[in-house]
């Protein structure tokens, strides 16, 4: 994993210190100039291009500063796991404590978190850094000053505020594509269908044939089920005896583009009694269908249709991308000779 520096933020912010509202000159202190790289590399004590939330503007500051906040909105949904931030000049207009708020598009908050500066009530403070409990489908951050001392408040002196904020975004470390083979396009639909019939992203056909919970698609390849944008996992059960076909009967979409879709992901089951024509869930550049499926002997199961999945961007892991099919599909030696029975005529319908 690696941390990316988030660009193209716009803010909003509980106040900003106008000068001119208390008889000064100078242009107003306001939330967007965090944003500005000249403040990493500015004279430390030119303060006309910090932010300063006006606390005899805001009620619930003064004495306290309990209550300031800006909040940074983010050109996409992130994983957020690292915020670094350089407060004010001067002691006067510096906090102790920081809650750093992580929320969804919707604005419910994923997480919440408590910042402690160590570089406080001093002149011309450093920028700190504080890693965050990674929080993936994050597209606002709201920074809430929790706690400051007497001296930063207490009188109209003190402004609390910040020059420079920054966030970081983890992006899991791609490996290299595979190569597709020669003739067969990479950016190709896969599915998984029937009893089940398997179609990977280079186009090869195979059964599956062993019964259990079998990993379809996990974007990027090799990385651990909590740091992945996508997984896709099925459930196939055997329904009849020891050589009785298999099926699909659960599915769970998860990762971080899932979580930033529905929260928890997405959970598919055949005891779902699902009405309507299913529809195309778009992650990321993938997009995925389920669709139930019956027998002509009635017994439920679920397929699963993809599209895009070799233009992810990462390596696709999984049955559906470059992960080796040989053993889930070979069937049990026992079976071999039943199985090549029961096949012979079989049919079923999806509706």
């Given at each position: 994993?690696?941390s990316?520096e988030?660009?193209g ?5 509980i106040?900003?210190?106008?000068p ?8 107003p202190l306001i ?10 590399a500015?004279?430390p ?15 619930t500051?003064?004495?306290t500063?309990?209550g300031?906040?800006i909040?940074?909105?983010l050109?996409a949904?992130?994983?957020i796991d690292?915020?670094a931030i350089?407060q ?5 207009d510096?906090?102790?404590e920081m809650?750093?708020?992580l929320?969804s598009s919707?604005?419910a908050?994923?997480s ?7 570089s406080v009530n001093l ?10 409990t ?9 920074f ?6 007497t001296a ?13 904020i920054?966030?970081y ?17 990479a950016?190709g ?7 089940p019939?398997?179609r990977?992203?280079?186009g ?8 259990g919970?079998h990993?379809?698609i ?16 099925a459930?196939?059960r055997?329904?009849g ?6 099926y ?8 971080s583009?899932?979580?930033?879709k ?8 055949v005891?779902q009694?699902?009405?309507?024509t ?12 389920v669709?139930?499926?019956r027998?002509?002997?009635?017994l439920r ?20 991308g470059a ?13 071999l000779?039943t199985?090549?029975l029961l096949?012979?005529?079989?049919s079923s319908?999806v509706?």
């Amino acid at each position: 994993m690696k941390s990316v520096e988030i660009t193209g933020m716009t803010c909003t912010a509980i106040s900003e210190y106008d000068p001119s509202s208390h008889g000064i000159s100078g242009d107003p202190l306001i939330c967007s100039n965090v944003f500005l790289d000249s403040n990493d590399a500015r004279a430390p004590d030119d303060e006309s291009f910090v932010w300063a939330a006006d606390n005899e503007g805001a009620p619930t500051k003064l004495g306290t500063c309990v209550g300031i906040w800006i909040e940074l909105t983010l050109p996409a949904e992130q994983t957020i796991d690292v915020v670094a931030i350089r407060q004010r000049y001067h002691p006067e207009d510096q906090g102790n404590e920081m809650s750093v708020s992580l929320k969804s598009s919707s604005g419910a908050v994923l997480s919440m978190q408590t910042i402690t500066f160590t570089s406080v009530n001093l002149i011309n403070p450093h920028e700190e850094a504080f890693a965050l409990t990674p929080t993936a489908g994050v597209k606002s951050i709201r920074f809430t000053f929790t706690k400051a001392d007497t001296a930063s408040c207490g009188s109209a002196g003190g402004y609390l505020g910040a020059k420079r904020i920054k966030v970081y975004s983890a992006v899991p470390t791609p490996t290299p594509a595979p190569t597709p083979e020669p003739g067969v396009s990479a950016g190709g639909g896969a599915s998984a269908i029937g009893d089940p019939h398997l179609r990977n992203v280079y186009g090869e056909r195979f059964d599956l044939m062993k019964e259990g919970k079998h990993v379809l698609i996990n974007i990027p390849r090799g990385m651990s089920a909590e740091h992945v944008w996508l997984r896709v996992q099925a459930d196939a059960r055997r329904l009849g005896g020891q050589c009785a076909d298999m099926y699909f009967q659960e599915l769970n979409v998860t990762g971080s583009w899932a979580e930033a879709k529905q929260a928890g992901g997405y959970h598919y089951s055949v005891s779902q009694n699902l009405g309507g024509t299913p529809e195309w869930i778009t992650f990321g550049k993938v997009e995925l269908k389920v669709v139930h499926g019956r027998t002509n002997l009635g017994l439920r199961y679920l397929n699963v249709y993809v599209k895009n999945l070799g233009r992810s961007g990462f390596a696709v892991g999984g049955l559906l991308g470059a992960d080796d099919h040989a053993d889930v599909s070979l069937p049990p030696e026992s079976c071999l000779q039943t199985m090549a029975l029961l096949s012979a005529g079989r049919s079923s319908e999806v509706f």
